[in-house]
């Protein structure tokens, strides 16, 4: 879809903040595209009480000098490169210092995982042999992935060009083969190749305005992509739930003391 109306426009309002108004502080979402939703992962957080602070720093969103005021944050995927010259996208990587300063949990989607890769000073480059992942592929949980988290599924959803290497001082929780480093920790920050944001109609959007890109090596047809949700989209779904408690969890006592 064109954005061309809007590319270079600094939005003069306020970020939305949506979800329940509990006690619980909101989560920060930051999206890439004017018309982007958190998905699943919005609706999982908004189902255990959080509200959602959802920002475009692309479009003129701001992003706070502090997570103080916040659960955590979410950085999600995009058409863009971690290595695209853009002041947002610089803007983004270097941003990733405040959660990791503050010990605060972060979450980086696709996009997200290989900007914080590129943050901890890791290699972000397309496939050697000119490989993308877009459909259900499989991932191998390592022993620190089963540790941390249980429930994992066989197969999950991509849609990439590009991978990461492994940062200095990160653990690999997942791996793959096309791409190995699927999902890995940083302390309280977490990066996944994958994508277990996609909802149904996600996924409809992606593969016809991203049919062309169906015919690059790697890449499964169309009609794959929804068997393979046939499959394996309720394992995911049920590691995804499983997982975002448990990062939540990593709130700090204080900051969850602060907002009751």
Not at 8 to 24: E, M
Not at 62 to 88: K, W
Not at 118 to 137: D, I, N, S
Not at 171 to 198: C, K, N, S, T, W
């Amino acid at each position: 879809m064109s954005l061309s109306a809007t590319l270079g426009h600094v939005r003069k309002t306020a970020p939305v903040i949506a979800g329940p108004s509990a006690n619980l502080l909101p989560v920060l979402i930051i999206l890439h595209q004017e018309t982007s939703t958190p998905g699943r992962i919005g609706n999982a957080l908004r189902a255990l009480g959080y509200p959602l602070d959802i920002r475009r720093p692309r479009f003129g969103d701001a992003l706070p000098q502090t997570l103080a005021a916040h659960a955590g944050a979410v950085i999600f995927g995009g058409p863009m490169s971690a290595n695209d010259p853009d002041d947002y996208v610089r803007r983004e990587i270097d941003w990733i210092a405040v959660p990791l300063s503050e010990q605060r949990p972060f979450l980086g989607i696709c996009l997200g995982a290989q900007m914080l890769a590129k943050h901890l000073g890791a290699r972000v480059a397309p496939h050697a042999g000119g490989r993308v992942e877009m459909g259900y592929y499989p991932i191998r949980p390592t022993r620190a992935g089963w540790k941390l988290c249980a429930h994992w599924p066989d197969q999950v959803y991509h849609w990439h060009r590009e991978g990461f290497e492994l940062p200095a001082g990160s653990e690999l929780l997942a791996e793959g083969d096309d791409f190995p480093m699927q999902a890995i920790r940083y302390g309280d920050a977490f990066g996944l190749q994958f994508h277990p944001d996609v909802t149904y109609a996600m996924m409809c959007r992606w593969t016809a305005c991203g049919a062309d890109r169906l015919d690059m090596p790697g890449a499964h047809p169309r009609h794959q992509h929804f068997a393979g949700r046939a499959c394996h989209d309720v394992s995911e779904r049920a590691w995804l739930s499983h997982f975002l408690d448990g990062w939540l969890s990593r709130v700090p006592e204080m900051m969850m003391e602060a907002a009751e």
